[in-house]
């Protein structure tokens, strides 16, 4: 937990001071709390990226190549001309200054370099002085920088220091989005070696062992044979739900960290207790048994080498279509990226639901449904037997995921799913959910423990809206769908609004659901009590 | 300190202008081949930046969805803020280009350390001043018209009407003329005053903010108090449209001022921020539809990337998997 307690933490003075911001020195031993530790050599060395070394950012000498800046000068060059995202947002932003207080680490550290316009003049700093005839010719008076030790110390600082979330992308007049520049600017330290261990671990991991975590198969056949046992002991209702299957009409893709961790674990009995009502024909994978994407927060090739599995193991099971489970980037991967990158996905069907018949033409190409759309299909078409009082213990927000929010725009969903399943739902005020939805703060690599005074700074915008619905309606539980947020948001909320607890959408969706053959449910799935609780 | 640099700048340039006509009689130079070569600049540099950022490929369908997708037939989309297809993509991209949607949405963050809240307040000011700005700036553009065309058709005299509405001053003051020149120091003052815009404020924000005032007072001082002789002036322009050069004289320095300011102007853009005006149609959080679902979008260089296959880790996990009684496709 960080040091500081939230009063003092709240000392925020959102002022900029009036010196200039070009000349960096950033003081990593001072600012501890604030960054991620480096990747681990041995990490580097497994996924053959560059430059595998021990090393710390306190360190003077962060043993880069001779040539880094004529590497790095040669990457910017390459993606000038592969994306006309980062070409137009270099050349077009006016700094007109709207996205300043957008971005939650600015609000919760008042660091003028949070400000994303700034976030971005790191980089662009540099583009205009090697590559615009203006910054070539007039240096610094045309807002240009060289490439020097203490600007690439700050690219590290602060391009891990945003979560990719885009809400400033949001408000831009001109849609100048803030995640697409730090991920070229993370592409580009990753080839001189600067990245941090909480994502290149998670990615080493996930190309070897299938998911982030590093479970292998057969500790995932464990956990699963673990959860089945809670479900049974929590419900009566025995499933023994199939990993590796062939033939089976869907497969089952979702994070990690749903079959792992506390809370996660009991979105993931929901997902059980859903399929077995509806008699779903559907297989896990251990092979891809990670549908998050790391390699969003590494570097393009990443995303592709590690998404690669989904498809493959598709075609090789011989499934008919997708679902996916309950995470935030991961779904950006899946939506804006997997077909893309690895399709077309043509040995697959047009995903149709096989309880109510339902065609799922949005995902016709890439063949995979977010399982918030499948469930309320199947709700609307009165196919699930709820009894939403089971969830009467919990006055219920939602927090809007990021990735859900700003890549798909997945708001009415899990809205209208929610509704089904508890009697008790209040929306947190209108500036903090849905498309102006905050970030947990610890989403794109960052949601590590070091850098916890940075997560919980970042974390006061959508830790002040859940204390605003804590106090005004009582609310007692944030849900979300995202695993990452299921991570993030319990220190959260234990430091910016005790009393909240975290848990995902078919989480309730498991209470509320009345199964045929089961125990009388006296207890909800984290085995307390189901009834209303007072004070 | 930028605002100081931009500030000289834009009054050396003015003063170069004015001593080169008033005290040099360069008029040749400054009436005629400096507007054509910046004209010229104007017309390659936008080619070449339209021409480089089209040639820039578009891998991946990113597009920020701001409202409810397209999923079930139940559920109410947004086919504007979160578009489907192509129509919604060109309906949001032209309300981004002529209303500055995004913009609209503007909140000031406030924090109070004290009661330990924040809040959002909506903040419409630079909006109104970003659509003053721009508004006026194409209606001015287009009065203009009236000097390149014989006869002047009706529907600019229309315009002219409509604008100088409210008849005040000989000749009429426009409305857009004040509209034009208060968006102006609003914007100004707001880089000064604000400490957040003022600390990320390069020169590079100042000089064209003094340099659309000085386009403005020029053009203003042109009107209302040289009271520039427009026939010479038509006569002049004729000349650039017929590519005989006539030098105006009979006109004050004045007018020299203005149309050398706006050659510095046309010069300076395509190598500047003022290209956010044509890039603002190639952005591709945008201009693109939320349909990457449906239709699968193709990237030109898709790497040939292969992950670690399901054999490669079959093989590397074979006596696990068998232990624990998963089926093989290889014994």
């Given at each position: 937990m960080a040091e500081k307690t939230p009063h003092e933490l709240l000392q925020i003075d959102l002022d900029p001071p009036?010196?200039?911001?070009?000349d960096p020195t950033i003081d990593f031993e001072a600012r501890r709390g604030t960054w991620s530790y480096p990747g681990a050599a041995k990490n580097l060395k497994y996924m053959g990226f560059a430059n595998p070394r021990e090393w710390s950012p306190r360190d003077d000498d962060w043993k880069l190549p001779e040539n880094w800046q004529q590497i790095i000068h040669d990457g910017i060059k390459e993606r000038l001309t592969k994306y006309r995202s980062f070409q137009v947002f270099m050349d077009i932003c006016v700094r007109c200054g709207a996205c300043a207080d957008k971005c939650h680490f600015f609000i919760g550290s008042g660091d003028p370099k949070n400000m994303p316009v700034l976030r971005a003049e790191l980089l662009r700093s540099i583009y205009r002085h090697d590559f615009t005839a203006a910054g070539k010719l007039l240096g610094r008076l045309a807002g240009g920088r060289k490439l020097t030790p203490a600007v690439l110390k700050e690219w590290y600082y602060y391009f891990f220091q945003c979560t990719e979330c885009r809400r400033c992308s949001v408000y831009c007049p001109f849609g100048i989005d803030t995640a697409e520049i730090t991920m070229m600017a993370r592409e580009l330290m990753m080839l001189v070696g600067l990245n941090i261990n909480w994502v290149i671990e998670p990615v080493a991991n996930c190309h070897r062992t299938g998911n982030h975590l590093g479970i292998q198969p057969h500790t995932f056949r464990d956990n699963v044979d673990f959860l089945c046992d809670e479900l049974e002991e929590a419900t009566g209702i025995s499933v023994e739900p199939s990993i590796n299957r062939k033939g089976a009409e869907v497969l089952f893709v979702l994070p990690s960290a749903d079959y792992f961790a506390d809370p996660g674990i009991y979105t993931f009995m929901g997902y059980l207790l859903l399929f077995e009502h509806i008699g779903l024909d559907y297989t896990f994978s251990a092979y891809a048994s990670e549908a998050g994407n790391f390699g969003l927060f590494t570097s393009h090739d990443t995303i592709k080498r590690l998404n690669y599995k989904i498809y493959h193991e598709a075609k090789r099971l011989g499934v008919k279509w997708l679902i996916g489970g309950e995470c935030g980037h991961m779904w950006r991967v899946l939506h804006q990226y997997m077909d893309t990158m690895n399709g077309p996905a043509d040995f697959l069907e047009v995903p149709k639901s096989p309880v109510t018949g339902t065609v799922f033409d949005h995902a016709a190409s890439s063949k995979i449904v977010h399982i918030c759309e499948f469930t309320s299909d199947l709700i609307r078409n009165g196919k699930l037997k709820l009894d939403p009082s089971r969830n009467d213990r919990y006055r219920v927000t939602f927090h809007d995921s990021c990735n859900p929010a700003r890549a798909l725009g997945l708001f009415e969903e899990p809205r209208y799913v929610l509704r089904n399943v508890c009697n008790h739902f209040f929306e947190m005020p209108e500036n903090t959910i849905r498309e102006h939805t905050f970030c947990c703060a610890g989403g794109a690599g960052l949601g590590n423990d070091e850098n916890m005074e940075m997560r919980m700074r970042g974390g006061l915008p959508r830790g002040n809206a859940v204390r605003y619905v804590r106090d005004k309606h009582g609310v007692n539980l944030l849900t979300c769908i995202c695993a990452i947020d299921r991570a993030t948001l319990p220190p959260l909320c234990q430091y910016w609004a005790p009393g909240v607890e975290v848990s995902g959408v078919h989480e309730l969706v498991g209470n509320a659901l009345i199964m045929e053959g089961e125990n009388e449910r006296t207890t909800n799935l984290r085995g307390e009590p189901s009834a209303e609780t007072e004070g | 300190m930028g605002a100081l640099v931009s500030l000289v700048a834009v009054a050396v340039l003015a003063l170069i202008a004015y001593l080169a006509v008033g005290?040099?009689?360069?008029r040749f130079l400054f009436g005629v081949v400096i507007p054509g070569v910046a004209f010229a600049v104007f017309l390659v540099g936008i080619v070449y930046r339209l021409v480089k950022w089209g040639r820039a490929p578009v891998p991946f369908r990113i597009p920020t969805t701001t409202g409810q997708q397209r999923s079930l037939a139940w559920i109410r989309n947004q086919p504007v803020e979160n578009p489907s297809g192509g129509l919604g993509a060109v309906v949001r991209t032209a309300s981004e280009i002529l209303f500055f949607r995004s913009l609209f949405r503007n909140t000031r963050a406030e924090l109070n350390p004290e009661r330990e809240k924040v809040s959002y307040v909506n903040t419409k000011y630079l909006w109104v001043a970003a659509m003053a700005l721009h508004w006026a700036m194409l209606v001015v553009l287009l009065r203009h018209f009236r000097f390149f065309v014989e006869p002047v058709p009706r529907w600019f005299e229309a315009v002219q009407l409509a604008d100088g509405f409210f008849q005040v001053g000989v000749p009429v003051v426009y409305a857009t003329t004040v509209a034009f020149l208060a968006a102006l120091l609003y914007l100004l003052a707001r880089r000064l005053l604000d400490a957040k815009v003022r600390y990320i404020s390069l020169p590079a924000d100042y000089f064209p903010l003094f340099l659309l005032l000085g386009v403005g007072l020029s053009g203003v001082a042109m009107r209302h108090l040289e009271k520039v002789d427009i026939v010479q002036v038509k006569a002049a322009i004729a000349g650039w449209c017929s590519f005989e050069p006539v030098v105006p004289t009979g006109v004050g320095s004045m007018y020299f001022v203005h149309v050398f300011l706006v050659s510095v102007l046309l010069v300076y853009f395509p190598f500047s921020k003022l290209l956010h005006m044509p890039g603002v149609f190639l952005s591709p959080t945008r201009n693109l539809a939320n349909s990457n679902r449906r239709v699968r979008h193709v990237n030109p260089w898709n790497p040939p990337i292969v992950g670690h296959t399901y054999a490669e880790w079959e093989d590397e996990f074979r006596d696990k998997l068998m232990a624990a009684g998963y089926p093989l496709d290889k014994e």
């Open positions: 009036r010196s200039d911001w070009m | 005290v040099g009689d360069l």
